[in-house]
């Protein structure tokens, strides 16, 4: 299963915007989406593997996709806060990288 959903805009490893058609295409690069330049003029078609890796290559790539990142609010932190708590500090995680 994919941590991406088609329909929805992602960003690259190099911070360009990849829009996602399709996750269910099968293969080795089941996802399938475009990368739009810097001035959304121009857009790229490409794969990935479910796990974000460009068509271009199985190592890190400026075309891979990065995961949606979760951001924790002060209110959360503050529900589940025990007495001792001595900080609150702004955490952005991975999906899927062992914090669920």
């Not at 959304?40 to 890190?60: D, H, R, Y």
């Amino acid at each position: 299963m994919t941590k991406f959903e088609a329909g929805k805009a992602y960003k690259t490893r190099d911070g360009r915007t990849a829009r996602i058609y399709a996750v269910d295409c099968g293969g080795s690069f089941p996802i399938h989406g475009a990368i739009l330049s810097p001035n959304s003029l121009i857009a790229c078609a490409t794969q990935w593997t479910v796990k974000g890796n460009s068509c271009n290559s199985f190592i890190e790539s400026d075309s891979d996709l990065m995961p949606p990142t979760e951001h924790e609010t002060r209110g959360n932190a503050d529900i589940f806060a025990s007495e001792g708590r001595i900080a609150c500090v702004p955490l952005t995680y991975y999906k899927g990288e062992g914090l669920e």
